[in-house]
């Protein structure tokens, strides 16, 4: 390629642009993470910027100590797990008949799932549903009403399709039923979809909210989510205040960043491992059929 | 198993065909269970939008609303709460498309231009990351970060002797900060897309071009954005055909009393209406029309994108 002088100094300006992307996407959980590590008064004074001040340890370990906080950490997790396990289950067991083009019956199965990306019946249908079949304020409400994706079947129906069908009918042919097929050959080829997948789903899960605060209000079993958005709902309420009449914000500042950490840093842990999976499932969920 | 449409074949071969392939439907029990119940059966809960809703009566004894049941429909547009929500609803994504379309097209040029690899990964692995955060958690970071008077931002804004900018809490400043905040969190993922349609160009195009000594922005403007164009198009009407859509989670969270007049969208109205104020009528009849608008703008969208030449959506 050709480096002229003016090549050059479009790299550097390209070079700029991705550094001041990679700020602005990094510095606001830099500064959360010094929060939540500096000492009250130095928040207090707002002198905390993206590195802690008065190191102090105190909000995470208080945060720990609270027991409905590490309850709602465990509990979102087992959520979290189940929810994927039974997602995936469910994702492959409609993704893979599919495939078959000589299914009798697909169009119709195709068409009755397809339509329900494009229509749904809204939330309170979906509301006065689970209130009639008992779901209501019970654990099960954060696991099956929403388990399955079609979004999702698609990105691995599509993944499926672009296998080829010859593996699949020597298989046959050697009396390999469906299942056997589905266990040893398409399982195997599916990973990288079905980790893409895993991902979805578990953040899906991890950072789910409305079903939470609209179909269960026990607290026992509050993911996360919404344990974190009523401590955010009282900063709020302090700094309005103190927007208008010039309070001092509460001592519980670093604690709240605390709690923030927590629901993010196993987000962060994750995702970046399964990066060269999901760009690939973003890319299938794109071209439809 | 009976749905299954008798096609000519006869019978023997129909025998075979079950023998061989039954497991298949057993597979497809479960999901399409899943399906009816969770989807198809909440459709019949659409009937209270047109009928006076009781507690104590079973769905099908209900009386029929006033108005030959359009009662609650006719209520709805004369709610003030619910035209705003409409307002709102339309403004944000408006504003989302203007602001939040764009964005990862050019983010995506540009990490096409980046010529280190190695920080082109890095780039974009952080870009990512905001599509993977909850909007309670962003409404999290917002909330600290953009806060009046402890706010990192507005603490160097006052550093250099400028005013605190109430980003969250008045209604104009607050619209900016929603777009932003969007735009945020969806850039980097969103440009996925694209940069999987730029390496479908020709590299032998950029090679000509530099040839004959074409610029960068030269190249960018006659190959890339050529390049993409079908894929620029085909997003675009389908964000258009969404623009009455509403998510849940990002108004709320971001939310607050001093801004409801600007941040309640359909779906927290429906949220608030019908489960915390139980009016399940009027909120049944604002979802089914949001829903309904939804498929026919869809629809439209699809017939455009086909109109373009381009591969339609449905």
């Known amino acids: 390629m050709i480096t002229s002088r003016k090549s050059k100094l479009g790299d550097w300006i390209v070079v700029l642009i991705c550094v001041f992307v990679i700020l602005i996407c990094l510095l606001p959980i830099l500064h959360i993470a010094a929060r939540s590590l500096s000492s009250t008064e130095a928040l207090i004074?707002?002198?905390?910027?993206?590195?802690?001040?008065?190191?102090?340890?105190?909000?995470?370990?208080?945060?720990?100590e609270d027991g409905k906080f590490t309850r709602a950490l465990w509990w979102t997790a087992l959520l979290t797990v189940i929810g994927t396990l039974l997602s995936l289950v469910v994702t492959t067991m409609c993704a893979y008949p599919l495939t078959y083009e000589k299914l009798k019956g697909r169009k119709f199965f195709n068409t009755v799932?397809?339509?329900?990306?494009?229509?749904?019946?809204g939330t309170i249908p979906m509301y006065l549903l689970l209130k009639s079949i008992v779901f209501l304020n019970k654990p099960i409400v954060l696991i099956v009403p929403y388990c399955l994706s079609v979004f999702n079947m698609i990105i691995?129906?599509?993944?499926?399709?672009?296998?080829?069908?010859?593996?699949?009918?020597?298989?046959?042919?050697?009396?390999?039923?469906?299942?056997?097929?589905?266990?040893?050959?398409?399982?195997?080829?599916?990973?990288?979809?079905?980790?893409?997948?895993?991902?979805?789903?578990?953040?899906?899960?991890?950072?789910?909210?409305?079903?939470?605060?609209?179909?269960?209000?026990?607290?026992?079993?509050?993911?996360?989510?919404?344990?974190?958005?009523?401590?955010?709902?009282?900063?709020?309420?302090?700094?309005?205040v103190s927007a208008e009449g010039g309070f001092s914000?509460?001592?519980?500042?670093?604690?709240?960043?605390?709690?923030?950490?927590?629901?993010?840093?196993?987000?962060?842990?994750?995702?970046?491992?399964?990066?060269?999976?999901?760009?690939?499932?973003?890319?299938?969920?794109?071209?439809?059929e | 198993m009976d749905r299954i449409p008798n096609v000519s074949a006869n019978n023997r071969g129909l025998r075979n065909y079950f023998s061989r392939y039954w497991t298949l439907y057993l597979l497809l029990l479960t999901p399409f269970v899943y399906i009816v119940?969770?989807?198809?059966?909440?459709?019949?809960?659409?009937?209270?939008?047109?009928?006076?809703?009781?507690?104590?009566?079973?769905?099908?004894?209900?009386?029929?609303?006033?108005?030959?049941?359009?009662?609650?429909?006719i209520k709805a547009f004369n709610n003030r709460d619910f035209i705003f929500?409409?307002?709102?609803?339309?403004?944000?994504?408006?504003?989302?498309?203007?602001?939040?379309?764009?964005?990862?097209?050019?983010?995506?040029?540009?990490?096409?231009?980046?010529?280190?690899?190695?920080?082109?990964?890095?780039?974009?692995?952080?870009?990512?990351?905001?599509?993977?955060?909850?909007?309670?958690?962003?409404?999290?970071?917002a909330l600290q970060v953009f806060a009046p008077s402890t706010g990192l931002v507005n603490n160097v804004l006052r550093s250099w002797g400028f005013e605190a900018v109430p980003f969250l809490n008045k209604p104009g400043h607050w619209i900016a900060t929603y777009t932003f905040l969007g735009i945020w969190q969806s850039i980097g993922w969103n440009t996925i897309i694209y940069l999987a349609a730029i390496t479908g160009i020709n590299p032998e195009l950029y090679e000509a071009a530099a040839m004959d000594g074409a610029g960068r922005l030269r190249r960018i403007w006659h190959i890339t954005l050529p390049g993409i164009r079908s894929t620029i198009v085909v997003l675009f009407i389908i964000r258009l055909g969404y623009i009455l859509g509403s998510e849940f989670?990002?108004?709320?969270?971001?939310?607050?009393?001093?801004?409801?007049n600007v941040s309640s969208v359909i779906a927290t109205f429906i949220y608030h209406f019908g489960i915390r104020g139980l009016q399940f009528s009027l909120t049944t009849a604002v979802g089914l029309f949001q829903s309904v608008v939804g498929v026919i703008f869809l629809l439209a969208a699809d017939k455009l994108a086909k109109k373009f030449g381009e591969r339609g959506v449905v």
């Open chain 1, 45 to 64: 004074k707002g002198q905390v910027g993206l590195l802690p001040i008065g190191l102090n340890l105190e909000a995470y370990v208080r945060v720990l």
């Open chain 1, 113 to 121: 799932i397809i339509f329900t990306m494009f229509f749904n019946a």
């Open chain 1, 156 to 240: 691995m129906r599509s993944f499926m399709n672009d296998l080829p069908v010859s593996m699949r009918e020597s298989a046959e042919i050697d009396g390999a039923g469906p299942i056997r097929v589905l266990w040893s050959i398409y399982l195997p080829l599916c990973k990288p979809v079905i980790a893409t997948l895993a991902l979805f789903y578990a953040v899906g899960r991890w950072n789910g909210f409305s079903d939470a605060l609209m179909f269960m209000n026990v607290r026992e079993y509050y993911p996360i989510q919404l344990l974190l958005y009523n401590l955010i709902a009282a900063i709020q309420s302090i700094d309005v």
């Open chain 1, 249 to 288: 914000p509460g001592l519980t500042e670093s604690l709240k960043a605390a709690a923030i950490m927590f629901a993010t840093v196993p987000i962060l842990l994750v995702y970046p491992w399964a990066q060269k999976y999901f760009i690939a499932g973003a890319t299938l969920g794109a071209i439809k």
């Open chain 2, 37 to 73: 119940v969770f989807k198809y059966v909440p459709m019949l809960y659409i009937q209270i939008a047109f009928k006076k809703y009781s507690l104590v009566k079973s769905l099908w004894e209900m009386p029929w609303a006033n108005n030959n049941g359009w009662e609650y429909f």
């Open chain 2, 85 to 141: 929500a409409l307002r709102n609803t339309i403004v944000l994504n408006l504003l989302d498309i203007i602001f939040g379309f764009p964005a990862p097209i050019i983010l995506a040029i540009v990490l096409n231009e980046l010529r280190f690899k190695r920080f082109k990964r890095f780039t974009q692995t952080v870009a990512y990351m905001p599509h993977f955060l909850s909007w309670i958690i962003i409404a999290g970071l």
């Open chain 2, 249 to 260: 989670d990002r108004p709320y969270a971001l939310g607050n009393a001093l801004v409801n």
